[in-house]
């Protein structure tokens, strides 16, 4: 089992939708959770954080976390064509420990 | 600029050649960590440090690999005697480990080639 898991896509979603990208992880003492945005040819753009149970929202971008699930999503709204990237999980354990990140999940948003 | 910097920003190599990259965290950053990523994969663990301790090294890390912080500010990566599978992009992220936001950040990478 790996570690941190998402699904790879790609995911298409028309613009102006609601685009959701999910990610689980394995270690349940995890205490810090992020989101990064990764377009091709670049390096990895972080563009959330969060570390409690629940919902956080910074603009259009909403992360989830529920920490009995092991589970962490990512709920983009009024999608536009330059959110089209790879979106990385990233979760790292006890707050002296390595960051670990997912393998990415290709998003794609339609005109 | 505050941000990581990585130099070089790229690097072609023959097969068999040592290599060296460095990267300097933000300055007030002093948690460094090391990723390998090659294409349509998230970064790979390599190491990491806080201040000069190196603190985990990824058991998948070669002996050819090794990374130093020697005054706990910059710090370089080495590779010895590359090969074709060393190629990929290397990225160095900084962050702060006290408080409450211990966000990461990276720098703009250095591309490896080996030929």
Redesign the interface.
């Known amino acids: 089992q790996k570690e941190v898991e998402q699904n790879s896509g790609p995911l298409s979603v028309p613009e102006g939708a609601i685009a959701s990208l999910n990610c689980t992880y394995s270690d349940r003492g995890s205490q810090s959770f992020f989101w990064y945005r990764q377009y091709s040819g670049k390096s990895p753009e972080l563009i959330m954080s969060i570390y409690s149970n629940g919902d956080k929202e910074d603009g259009r971008f909403t992360a989830q976390l529920n920490k009995a699930s092991q589970y962490v999503s990512l709920l983009i709204r009024d999608s536009q064509p330059s959110d089209s990237a790879t979106y990385l999980c990233a979760v790292r354990g006890s707050s002296a420990s390595k960051i670990i990140f997912g393998s990415g999940t290709r998003l794609s948003i339609r005109p | 600029d505050t941000g990581v910097s990585q130099n070089p920003r790229h690097k072609i190599t023959k097969r068999g050649q040592n290599v060296t990259f460095r990267c300097d965290p933000i300055s007030e950053h002093n948690r460094l960590?090391w990723?390998r990523q090659t294409l349509?994969?998230?970064?790979?663990?390599l190491t990491?440090f806080?201040n000069e301790a190196q603190?985990?090294k990824s058991r998948l890390l070669s002996d050819r690999f090794s990374a130093e912080r020697p005054k706990g500010s910059f710090s370089t990566l080495e590779i010895q005697r590359t090969e074709q599978g060393d190629s990929a992009?290397y990225?160095c992220?900084s962050?702060p480990?006290f408080g409450?936001?211990?966000?990461?950040?990276?720098?703009?990478?250095t591309r490896l080639t080996v030929v």
């Open positions: 960590y990723y349509g994969q998230g970064p790979e663990f990491y806080q603190l985990e992009m990225l992220a962050s480990s409450g936001n211990t966000e990461a950040f990276f720098g703009q990478g």
